[in-house]
């Protein structure tokens, strides 16, 4: 069509046939805000609408000796709406730059959101790279239920940690900071003389800069969310190796903590391919903190970090299990934690089953039973609530969710057979491999693997509000 007719036409209809004839709709024409959050059920305000993040490429140059981080962050992203502005999720730290497409960009602060307006309107499947000048002393966030995640000062000026789970990884980065918007990444570390720095995936180069510094490339080639992500500097004691199956590993060990249990981390790997399914990641490993710096271990992609040497089996097996469920198959909304621990505690149940230990079904038992013999955490108060629905934000990590979910599991198992059973384990791990999955993704997944109606394991037990008793 000759486009000079549309002049004829009354301006609404012209707009109309041009959107028609163009392909584009009036999103494409004319940009709109992206969404500050993507209103999940605990955290609206983490995440953000409007594109989806490809890429990050991020450049942290830090001082222990300071606690200052200067960085570059360099997101490529894909518009899912024409947009006149978007946010990204960055708490403290000074914003010194912002370009778009190469070209420079207003942006503002409220809070945690950083709001960026590009200097031309994005059309919506355009693919654009935007980089972020930032510095500044990363904090600690504190999580609703008081814990400390963030940027976490090792004792003695020793160094830091960078830990997300739920939203603080916007400490120490810019990005879209939930669980549904995974991407790969690229992580630069530049250190005094003597520091190492340890990140994600695999270490692409080590080298030195022209003031004498250390430069770690890391670089991790499969989606991860960003509470996944991690950055560690310290004076590590490192190690490498593969395990028997082929897999490269790299530890690295602050050199106050030690233990014998971090050895059997290649043994675990393998054993839990062959319960779970090949192994989702090209690496493995771990990060062992100084005694005190962290409450908890998490589950960091391919190199989980503990605060001071695993003191257990069950703790490694745990984390480890996590990069099959939770880091590969990502859950869609917190509310969907229970399928990250759940599976995590049942992994800890099928080592034990599989080395001499108590079985799953004991474990089971005891739990009911109130057995702390056989399962210390069986004395929790894992029925407070159905893991499924935990009341709050400061719930998401609570006994229900780790113990009831792993009682789920063992109620299917019980209900299909162990040939089914496993079949779904291994299914669920596959089919969504690097994905993100819904609590209602996973029952209408395990129906239909197993051909056995199971409404009744979810009426009582991921989603009954009263105590579950034997079935």
């Known amino acids: 069509m000759d486009l000079r007719a549309l002049s004829r036409l009354a301006a ?17 024409v004319q940009g709109r805000p992206g969404a500050s959050g993507v209103r999940d059920p605990y ?21 222990p000796a300071g606690g200052r981080l200067d960085a570059t962050a360099v997101i490529t992203a894909r518009a ?21 497409q190469g070209k420079g960009a207003r942006f503002n602060r409220t809070g945690n959101e950083l709001t960026v307006r590009p200097a031309e309107d994005l059309e919506r499947g ?17 999580d609703p239920d008081g814990s400390k995640e963030g940027w976490i000062a090792l004792p003695n000026g020793e160094g830091a940690v960078g830990v997300g789970e739920p939203v603080g990884s916007m400490a120490w980065f810019p990005g879209n900071h939930h669980p549904s918007d995974k991407a790969t990444y690229d992580i630069t570390l530049t250190v005094p003389k003597g520091y190492e720095a340890v990140s994600n995936g695999e270490l692409r180069s080590r080298s030195q800069d022209a003031q004498g510094r250390t430069v770690f490339a890391w670089h991790s080639p499969e989606p991860m969310a960003s509470y996944l992500a991690t950055a560690a500097v310290g004076k590590f004691k490192v190690t490498t190796g593969r395990t028997p199956a082929g897999i490269p590993f790299y530890n690295a060990v602050a050199p ?28 493995t490993g771990a990060i062992v903190l100084p005694e005190g710096t962290l409450g908890y271990a998490l589950e960091t992609q391919t ?25 590969s198959v990502s859950p869609k909304s917190w509310k969907d934690m229970w399928l990250n621990e759940g599976f995590a505690t049942y992994a800890e149940w099928l080592w034990s089953e599989d080395h001499g230990g108590p079985s799953a079904q004991q474990h089971f038992d005891a ?17 407070a609530f159905p893991p499924a629905a935990p009341p709050g934000p400061e719930d998401i990590s609570e006994p229900p969710v780790y113990g009831r979910g792993a009682m789920v599991l063992q109620r299917i198992r019980q209900e299909v057979g162990d040939e089914r059973f496993f079949a779904l384990v291994r299914g669920w791990a596959a089919d969504h491999r690097h994905g993100n999955v819904s609590t209602a993704d996973f029952t209408a997944y395990a129906q239909e693997k197993t051909g056995r109606d199971l409404k009744k394991v979810w009426d009582v037990w991921l989603y009954g509000e009263a105590r579950p008793t034997a079935p």
Not at 12 to 28: E, I, Q, W
Not at 258 to 263: H, I, Q, R, T
Not at 303 to 327: I, K, M
Request: hydrophobic fraction near 40%; charge should be negative; include cysteine.
């Open 12 to 28: 609404p209809a012209a707009v109309a046939l041009l959107a028609l004839t163009t392909g584009c709709t009036g999103d494409t």
């Open 43 to 63: 955290f609206p305000k983490a995440g953000n609408g409007g594109y989806q993040v490809e890429h990050y490429d991020l450049d942290l140059d830090y001082d």
């Open 80 to 100: 899912e709406q024409g947009l006149s502005s978007f946010n990204l999720d960055l708490a403290g730290l000074d914003v010194e730059r912002v370009r778009v």
């Open 126 to 142: 355009e693919v654009f790279r935007t980089e972020i000048d930032y510095a500044g002393k990363p904090k600690p966030v504190t």
């Open 256 to 283: 106050t903590a030690s233990g014998p249990v971090l050895a059997r981390l290649p043994e675990i790997v393998d054993w839990g391919s062959g319960r779970f399914g090949a192994y989702p990641f090209s690496t």
């Open 303 to 327: 190199r989980p970090v503990f605060p001071g040497a695993p003191g257990s089996e069950e703790l490694l097996v745990h984390e480890l299990a996590h990069q099959w469920f939770g880091d």
């Open 367 to 383: 739990y009911l039973a109130g057995d702390t013999d056989v399962d210390a955490a069986a004395g929790s108060d894992w029925d």
